[in-house]
T-cell receptor
């Protein structure tokens, strides 16, 4: 079946602009995660959605970052007033039921803030 | 902060040799997973080992888990040039569903 998809694959923006990154999880997966990976680094957890529960936002680095998940499926990560340090690959993952399940990753969105 | 630490940071071997990567972590976990990443993009899940398991095999991969030492190892046997990638361990630290990733081991397999 189809895997996790993300769009756009690449995004170049100017400092101060807002960006929206989209994630389509695997159909039927109730859990969705956002991570980011800066150049040469491991992945940093951002936010986790599980079903209808309140999301775990503990990894969001500032209030410029927000995410929503509509209808329990598609998710959008929004970064407002982008800064150069926001440049990274943003990865989305989904899993069947959340904790203790395998997470399947999308190809990522490479964000470059000029 | 990152929970996992991986060792070595980089490993270069010849095709046919075995590659061993190690991962240490700090807190109690539900499970530990190993992922592979090519060219800094999407991660491919390799294997998941639960906290009550000690060893698991999948094809040429062998993973061990020692919860008393809070460490895991990934062994790739009979390596191939196509195994060249970055390998990450990730722990589920019983804090909800998020995974905590190590910094990764960059493996280079020379033909």
């Amino acid at each position: 079946g189809a895997g996790v998809s993300q769009s756009p694959s690449n995004k170049v923006t100017e400092k101060g602009k807002d960006v929206e990154l989209r994630c389509d999880p695997i159909s039927g997966h109730t859990a969705l995660y956002w991570y980011r990976q800066s150049l040469g680094q491991g992945l940093e957890f951002l936010i986790y959605f599980q079903g209808n529960s309140a999301p775990d936002k503990s990894g969001l680095p500032s209030d410029r970052f927000s995410a929503e998940r509509t209808g329990g499926s598609v998710s959008t990560l929004t970064i407002q007033r982008t800064q150069q340090e926001d440049s990274a690959v943003y990865l989305c993952a989904s899993s069947r039921q959340g904790s203790a399940d395998t997470q399947y990753f999308g190809p990522g969105t490479r964000l470059t803030v000029l | 902060s990152q929970q996992g630490e991986e060792d070595p940071q980089a490993l270069s071997i010849q095709e046919g040799e075995n590659a061993t990567m190690n991962c240490s972590y700090k807190t109690s976990i539900n499970n530990l997973q190993w992922y592979r990443q090519n060219s800094g993009r999407g991660l491919v899940h390799l294997i998941l080992i639960r906290s009550n398991e000690r060893e698991k095999h999948s094809g040429r991969l062998r993973v061990t888990l020692d919860t008393s030492k809070k460490s895991s190892s990934l062994l790739i046997t009979a390596s191939r040039a196509a195994d060249t990638a970055s390998y990450f361990c990730a722990t589920d630290p019983r804090q909800g569903g998020k995974l905590i990733f190590g910094q990764g081991t960059e493996l280079s397999v020379k033909p």
